[in-house]
């Protein structure tokens, strides 16, 4: 097959979101923390009648139906996500249920976890499947997304929720540049979920800020180099990649510091470039057009939504083809920086070969995001507790108003005397 990439992309976030303004107030903290110093808006979050399986239920079902893609045409579904609900059961096994009604049960793939790096080896794995003797003609779908929720502190206001669904098809209009990559991965405890019976992860906050740094200077030069040897371009450097959207957990750690030629630091070691703070200010400041034109345009989700862990990526993409368009993309090369805590991560690129004016209407991200309600910081609270206190229930019936949902949405009904839990939808 050629050209074998996204060829379609539908996304899902909760309707109800807490105004990063509002939440600094109520939590006491300086005004601009959240707004200035991480650079989020909005934050999303579900109540207890939404859990990994029904978002991902979701987001799948509404690509279906939005593009008239039959599920007897799905050769391969992937899922990457790090909300897990089962220690065995995956998330991909739930989708399945989708499937029942076509008949169609010769389904490949499986639920890829690492940190929000899940996604990116999903897609990964839907692309090569396709581009080797094992492929058998049909179409690849890839999910990912997570509830991104911590614990109460300074970390939570870095949350989120949204699952992307993609279609891996040949003749994208984005196409993946298959050698085309630079991957780093590493041992680092730096953001991890060791406590099973707890929807938090465990996080050093200051080492997962320095960790994403390090990875992606590293996958960097590995991309850059790739572009020297495999793509014969030579002298690659920033300028080789038209657009560069990152794994945003929220959106001033994406401000891409590391690619700035700024003499006076050139003899600061590596390792401790990536905590000097007059260093990443310096390469802010010179980095600042280079951001507005190739990331900024990527980062309308990230900062309406919040982290949406394997998700994060793809929604910044989403938002890139929402924001700039079609005619402005094509032939462009979109780089993609993928990073997950503990730590794997990836560059990788897309060359736009085809319109995109499709999948950015049938997002229609702008309108979506604008029509969600806004949920006081003390009510978002409430709801907070209530997931803390309902996680990993047995027997447990939600009470939470479906009526607060967007139509369409799955949403749990009950979980029975034997941890099964059943679905409906609105
Ligand atoms: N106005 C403007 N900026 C402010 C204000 C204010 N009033 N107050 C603080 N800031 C700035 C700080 O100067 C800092 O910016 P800097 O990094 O440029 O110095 C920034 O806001 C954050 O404030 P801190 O006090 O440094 O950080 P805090 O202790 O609140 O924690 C952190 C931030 C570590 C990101 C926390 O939210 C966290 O642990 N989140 C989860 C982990 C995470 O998202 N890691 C990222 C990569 S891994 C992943 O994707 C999960």
Same mark, same amino acid.
């Given at each position: 097959a050629e050209n074998i990439g996204i060829r379609a992309i539908e996304v899902y976030f909760p309707s109800r979101y807490v105004d990063q303004v509002e939440l600094e107030q109520h939590d006491g903290v300086?005004?601009?923390?959240?707004?200035?110093?991480?650079?989020?808006s909005k934050m999303a979050f579900c109540d207890d009648r939404e859990d990994i399986s029904s978002v991902c239920l979701t987001v799948v079902q509404s690509f279906m139906e939005k593009y008239?893609?039959?599920?007897?045409? !799905?050769g391969r579904l992937e899922v990457g996500t790090?909300?897990? !609900?089962?220690?065995?059961?995956?998330t991909k096994t739930v989708l399945m249920k989708l499937f029942e009604e076509s008949g169609n049960f010769n389904v490949e793939g499986i639920d890829t976890t690492n940190a929000c790096y899940g996604g990116t080896s999903a897609l990964f794995n839907a692309c090569q499947w396709m581009d080797s003797?094992?492929?058998?003609g049909r179409l690849a779908l890839v999910v990912a997304g997570d509830i991104a929720v911590y614990a109460?502190?300074?970390?939570?206001?870095?949350g989120g929720c949204g699952v992307v669904c993609m279609l891996v098809a040949?003749?994208?209009?984005?196409a993946l540049e298959f050698p085309l990559r630079g991957t780093f991965m590493e041992n680092t405890y730096d953001f991890y979920k060791?406590?099973?019976?707890?929807?938090f992860p465990t996080v050093d906050g200051p080492l997962s800020v320095t960790s994403y740094v390090r990875a992606l200077d590293n996958a960097y030069l590995a991309y850059i180099d790739a572009l020297e040897k495999?793509?014969?371009?030579?002298?690659?450097?920033?300028?080789?990649?038209?657009y560069l959207v990152f794994h945003s957990p929220?959106?001033?750690?994406?401000?891409?510091?590391?690619?700035a030629d700024v003499?006076?630091?050139?003899?600061?070691a590596r390792e401790d470039s990536y905590t000097n703070k007059v260093l990443e200010k310096a390469f802010i400041n010179v980095s600042k057009q280079a951001f507005a034109a190739k990331?900024?345009?990527?980062l309308l989700a990230a900062s309406n939504i919040g982290n949406m862990y394997t998700g994060s990526v793809f929604f910044g993409l989403a938002s890139l083809l929402t924001e700039v368009s079609s005619a402005d993309l094509q032939g462009k090369r979109i780089a993609l920086f993928s990073y997950g805590s503990g730590c794997a991560a990836s560059m990788y690129s897309f060359r736009v070969r085809g319109n995109t004016e499709e999948i950015a209407k049938a997002l229609d991200l702008k309108a979506r995001l604008d029509s969600r309600t806004k949920i006081s910081p003390v009510e978002f609270e409430q709801i907070m507790a209530l997931r803390e206190k309902t996680h990993?229930?047995?027997?447990y019936e939600p009470q939470s108003?479906?009526?607060?949902?967007?139509?369409?949405t799955f949403y749990l009904q009950k979980i029975d005397s034997m941890w099964r839990r059943a679905y409906g939808r609105t």
């Open positions: 300086s005004a601009g923390k959240y707004t200035i110093g991480l650079g989020q008239n893609v039959s599920y007897s045409d !799905i790090e909300t897990i !609900i089962d220690k065995s059961k995956s003797s094992a492929w058998d109460s502190g300074n970390a939570r206001p870095s040949p003749d994208a209009p984005l060791p406590n099973m019976s707890s929807e495999r793509a014969a371009e030579s002298a690659a450097s920033l300028d080789s990649v038209d929220y959106t001033k750690q994406p401000r891409c510091p590391q690619f003499q006076q630091f050139k003899d600061i990331t900024k345009p990527s990993n229930a047995l027997e108003d479906v009526s607060k949902l967007f139509p369409g």
